[in-house]
């Protein structure tokens, strides 16, 4: 008898990720598990101010089309699929993808929700039970931001995935689960792993870290990226994993991309704090005990990882207001490109402060794009450029002053000097900025829940 | 020695964590290892990222995938969805890490 391997794709490294990823891993070969990632920590607020004003939104629609989209192939190949897509209401979300099935036509498929990691109308009761969910970053207690909170979610681990799975469900809906979770689940579930078993823990783990932000594992945002061949059919990672904790990343065949010790080790420590340390809820992994080899092309064994028993806490991902922020730009060509967008940018203050409005320093920002910008202090600014975008922004607590900034763009076209075009898409307009609040919390206090519904 | 630009010996990723980055240095054969070791010490990573960081750098060992990583704090414009920036989650951090000029034994580098 052949040894167990568990395939494990992930589709999807963000919202906004290419519609492509997912579509095109159900057809072009073998997968057991189907995996998705949707949220960030910005994500989690405007998920929140969406249920607020409607309560069947606040979760990844996207997620529902694309599950549209991927049905046949998901009920025909019995592929399971995972997603954080349910956001702050992953109940909504089980509706909307259960209607959908129904929809296309197949009855009995099973659809499951991870809750209990929204604790945002918790966080009083929290508060006062002693868990102060202090900034880690400062120690500053939440109470300094209480009334400015715009969301509050645990992240949760595989455990509640896991049970959801060996319910039976085929689609899993989870909210903020952590990233890797969607891939340490399966393979938990597959293989009957104990989550005492560290080692085995630690290596779900790894597995997930290295396919979560989708190709950027298999050659996208690749240093050397010339040797990457036919980018734009770049494969998305397949996990091929062993009942031992050992497993492969890989990718479709005839798919574009690679996989090399090189592109996984630079997914690797993509996001990496403390490489001894990596948290999650179920287990601390050490990324220092990893072993990559090549053995064959496009595909590397990852073995010998070592992980730790979990910590008390859970990570918390808090977020809220922090005022309100407006980027605009305009392109300055023609002789003394930069001189002008200089310019530009000076009467823009000076007319703004005209009529009584003035930002801080710390809160202007003019860039002048094309001079060097993202490598301030490293490398020299090119010579003579014959035209610029001048990227020009404020931030304040004040919106109606952040709008007013955004009225002063448009007239340097017609009253600025000669060579200002490129204004499209009207007035740069203030939208909230979200400021994130990390903290911790006791895991005694989260409870989360499964639901599971039949189509 | 030669002096060499970084992406001659190593190749590199970055990304926001929190209201920093994280680059992660890899090098491109294990011999180039040692030189990472020796020429990328964290107050030479402060420096050379003096515009762009303002707080300190940390640097972490990883020797089993022979890289390093290093915590670039304060170096986004504000953290979330605060900052003004271009590069407000320090994608572009990874390739200017490798503009910064190495010494590496002759020997290293022939073949």
Redesign the interface.
Known sequence: MSEKIVRVANGQGFWGDSPLGPVRLVREGPLDYLTMDYLA??TMSILQKLKSRDPAKGYATDFVKTLERILPEVVEKNIKVIANAGGVNPRACQEAVLETIRKAGYSGVKVGIVSGDDILDRLDELIASGEPLKNM?DGRPLSEVRNRVLSANVYIGAEPIVEALSKGAQIVIAGRCTDPALVSAPLIHEFGWSFSDHAKLAAGTVAGHIVECGA?CTGG????WRSVPDMARIGYPVIEARADGTFDVTKHPETGGLVTV?SV???????????KNYITPDVVAD??????EQVEPDRVRVS?IQGRKRTETLKVSI?YS?GY?A?GQLVVAGPDAEAKARLCADIIWKRLSLDGVEFPAADR?V?L?GSG???????KAPEHLSEVAL?I???SPNRADVDRFGMELAPLVTSGPPGVTGFAGGRPKA?E????W?ALVNREKVQTQVIIEES | MATVPL?KIA?????D???GS?V???ARRPEFYDVLLDELTAERVKK?????CRGKVER??????H?L?F?LHDSL?G????S????AQG??H???L???EVEVPDALLGE
């Open positions: 920590e910005v970053d950027q945002n690749f240093t050397d090189e080790s630079s997914q690797l420590v993509y996001e990496m704090g403390d490489p990324f220092s005990t990893i072993q990559l010998g977020s922090q922020k980027v920002l860039e794009v910008v993202c490598f301030d202090g490293i490398a990227r922004g404020v931030r939208t900025i979200v400021s994130y990390p | 992406s190749y590199s990723r970055s990304g964590k929190g209201d994280n992660g240095v890899i050379h990222f003096s515009r762009i972490f060992e990883v020797p089993n995938l890289a990583n915590l414009g953290g979330g969805s605060e003004l920036k271009s590069d994608k572009t990874g390739l200017g490798l503009m910064m």
